[in-house]
T-cell receptor, first 108, second 114 residues
C-alpha cells in the first residue's frame, strides 16, 4: 500500500515565525488532505489538495503530484497553531492512509 | 445538531465485555470511517462504509464489527474487548470528493479496557 512520510517529526517555533511541513508519498494519489489535531484532540480538515496550490488565511498548501510530495506552509505562526499536523493520502479509493504527523509547538 | 457526533466521549469497560461506539452524521455523506489512534501508530483505519449496507475492512479490523443500516449511523462494536483495544476512536464522514472538501471527523471516543 501507499506509504506516507512526514517531516520533520517535531518542530518548535517562536510566535511570528514561518514554517514548512513536508509530506512524501510512495505512489500516485487522487486524494490528499492535511489535518490539524489540536491539543484537545480534535481533528480539523485544513485542505483537500490532490494537486495544485490552495491558501486559507495564514496557511497554504502545495501538492506536486508528479513528484509525490506536498508542502504545508504556516506563516506568522500563533500559539493556537500548536498541535499535530497530519497528511493523509489515497490512491484510488476514499480510504485515507495517514502519516505519523508533525508535532508543532509555538512558544509565545 | 448539525455535523458528526460520537458517543460516548469516554468509556471504561472490562476485558471480555461487548461495547458499542456510536457515530451519527447529519450531512447524508455516503462514506463513513472508523479510525483508531495510538501512540507510535498514528491513525489506522478499522472499517469503512461507502453507503448504507456496504462495509469493508480497513487495516486493523480484527475484533471489531460494524453495520450501516441507515446512511447517518455507523456504529462500531467490540465483540469481546481486550486491553489492546484501549485507544482513541475517531469516526469520520466524507461525500466522496463531490465537493472537494474531504473528511470531517467526530470528536473521538476515548476507550479504556481494564
Amino acid at each position: 500500500g501507499i506509504q506516507v512520510e512526514q517531516s520533520p517529526p517535531d518542530l518548535i517555533l517562536q510566535e511570528g515565525a514561518n514554517s514548512t511541513l513536508r509530506c512524501n508519498f510512495s505512489d500516485s494519489v487522487n486524494n490528499l488532505q492535511w489535518f490539524h489535531q489540536n491539543p484537545w484532540g480534535q481533528l480539523i480538515n485544513l485542505f483537500y489538495i490532490p494537486s495544485g496550490t490552495k491558501q486559507n488565511g495564514r496557511l497554504s498548501a502545495t501538492t506536486v503530484a508528479t513528484e509525490r510530495y506536498s508542502l504545508l506552509y504556516i506563516s506568522s505562526s500563533q500559539t493556537t497553531d500548536s498541535g499535530v499536523y497530519f497528511c493523509a493520502v489515497s490512491g484510488g479509493s476514499e480510504k485515507l492512509v495517514f502519516g505519523k504527523g508533525t508535532k508543532l509547538t509555538v512558544n509565545p | 445538531d448539525a455535523g458528526i457526533t460520537q458517543s460516548p466521549r469516554y468509556k471504561i469497560t472490562e476485558t471480555g465485555r461487548q461495547v458499542t461506539l456510536m457515530c451519527h452524521q447529519t450531512w447524508s455523506h455516503s462514506y463513513m470511517f472508523w479510525y483508531r489512534q495510538d501512540l507510535g501508530h498514528g491513525l489506522r483505519l478499522i472499517y469503512y462504509s461507502a453507503a448504507a449496507d456496504i462495509t469493508d475492512k480497513g487495516e486493523v479490523p480484527d475484533g471489531y464489527v460494524v453495520s450501516r443500516s441507515k446512511t447517518e449511523n455507523f456504529p462500531l462494536t467490540l465483540e469481546s474487548a481486550t486491553r489492546s483495544q484501549t485507544s482513541v476512536y475517531f469516526c469520520a464522514s466524507s461525500d466522496g470528493g463531490s465537493t472537494n472538501y474531504g473528511y470531517t471527523f467526530g470528536s473521538g471516543t476515548r476507550l479504556t479496557v481494564v
